[in-house]
């Protein structure tokens, strides 16, 4: 397929969008090319964004224009369709680069695919051709005081006058602040079924809080979503309790690109390492050595962290390739399976992120630590983003499997 995108510089990843009314279409290779080159110039000003808090609404525009936000559109709505694994890898590539940035887009992914299995046809058409124009999904999902995560209270009730009111408040809303259409996730009626409400950011009882304070991940705007009376059309509401009804690998989907936000961390915070160990870290005397970089304990720690570094990827791409094979042939067995590879590459990567991002610090010397440097937000973000879903429950559900045979339980979490 033809990219219809000019790279204007091939190191920095500053693109022109030839045409205009839609983005780009990008086959596998050319989705993999631009996410490299995007990866490169994130990571250019990824410390200084994240050290004052630049929120970054140019580079998300730049992940618009490329197309790389339309790479999963079904092709019969004139989307290239890619498979996870180039989705995951997509997302490995600029979690390297800023890990901040590339999780901005994740429910924008994972909303294109409840479109895909809930959405009507036209629903489908609709918001499929707007995605195709550039147009970015946030989230509104997870709410702050209720009893669990799966506990929400946001609800559409009926308008006196046909359709629904959508009132409620949600918190964590990545990409929101961002997005110019919000899915929401709410029960239809009262304690009825959960749906998902397709808001404009801009439509009248929508406000956006900027109020996201983490101490990683700082500048994803992460913030909270006010509903107060948004008034929805049927038209743009989508089921979502049916989603689990059956074999599904929405969760597993989900998942695997939270591992390769972790991965692309743990791949930064080594490079970085890497880089500093050898042009400014000095020898330790009892070494021997003139170079920092020569001393064999910190060769050797660098290669314990490339094995740690390296199985991660791997497990993260083998659970890519498992979503993608349970969804040519869905069965229960192929659902769990997928489930299974992604809750180990959850479990690696939020070990190796948080494990690589904190050793460099040993390996690296003192004056890495010196906060103007801002070595510390690959760990800072490590920590954060890991803390998503506890990666202790992923290792249960394998030790389950281990044991017994029996697999995840069938929900959007693993």
């Not at 509104?140 to 009893?147: D, H, R």
């Not at 970089?293 to 993260?316: K, N, S, T």
């Not at 991002?357 to 040993?362: D, I, M, P, T």
């Not at 800072?380 to 202790?392: E, G, W, Y």
């Amino acid at each position: 397929m033809s990219t219809n995108l000019a790279s204007d510089d091939p190191q920095t990843g500053s693109f022109a969008v030839i045409g205009a009314g839609r983005v780009p279409v990008l086959d596998a290779g050319a989705a993999i090319e631009v996410a490299t080159k995007i990866g490169r110039r994130l990571a250019d000003g990824a410390a200084e964004r994240d050290a004052e808090r630049v929120l970054p609404a140019e580079e998300v525009d730049l992940l618009s224009s490329s197309g790389l936000l339309a790479i999963t559109v079904p092709a019969e709505h004139g989307g290239p369709d890619l498979p996870t694994s180039v989705v995951t890898e997509v997302f490995r590539l600029l979690a390297a680069g800023d890990p901040s940035i590339a999780q901005i887009p994740h429910s924008h992914f994972v909303y294109v695919n409840a479109l895909r299995h809930r959405g009507t046809p036209a629903q489908q058409a609709f918001l499929f051709g707007e995605v195709l124009a550039g147009k970015r999904f946030g989230n509104a999902q997870s709410e702050v005081g209720t009893a669990h995560v799966r506990d929400h209270r946001t609800t559409l009730t009926p308008a006196p006058d046909g359709g629904w009111l959508l009132n409620g408040e949600k918190g964590y809303s990545t990409g929101a602040l961002f997005a110019d259409w919000i899915p929401v996730l709410a029960h239809l009626g009262i304690d009825g079924p959960m749906h998902v409400a397709w808001v404009e950011r801009s439509a009248p009882g929508v406000t956006v809080v900027d109020d996201w304070d983490g101490m990683g991940q700082r500048t994803t705007a992460s913030g909270t979503v006010r509903l107060a009376g948004v008034r929805v059309d049927d038209a743009r509401i989508t089921p979502y309790h049916l989603t689990f009804e059956g074999p599904q690998t929405y969760g597993a989907f989900a998942q695997v690109l939270h591992a390769a936000l972790d991965a692309g961390i743990a791949r930064a915070a080594l490079s970085e390492a890497a880089a500093f160990v050898t042009s400014r870290s000095r020898p330790y005397p009892d070494a021997g050595v003139q170079r920092h970089a020569d001393d064999p304990l910190v060769v050797h720690a660098f290669g314990q962290m490339e094995v740690q570094v390296r199985a991660c990827e791997a497990l993260l791409a083998e659970a890519a390739r498992a979503v993608d094979r349970a969804n040519v042939d869905l069965t229960e067995e192929s659902a769990g399976r997928a489930s299974l590879a992604v809750a180990a590459a959850r479990a690696s990567t939020t070990q190796a992120s948080v494990e690589v991002s904190s050793r460099l610090f040993e390996v690296a010397g003192t004056r890495s630590a010196l906060d103007g440097l801002n070595l510390h937000r690959h760990w800072r973000n490590a920590r954060t983003h890991t803390l998503h879903d506890p990666a202790a429950w992923k290792v249960q559900h394998l030790g389950r499997h281990a044991l017994d045979g029996v697999f995840p339980p069938n929900h959007g979490q693993v």
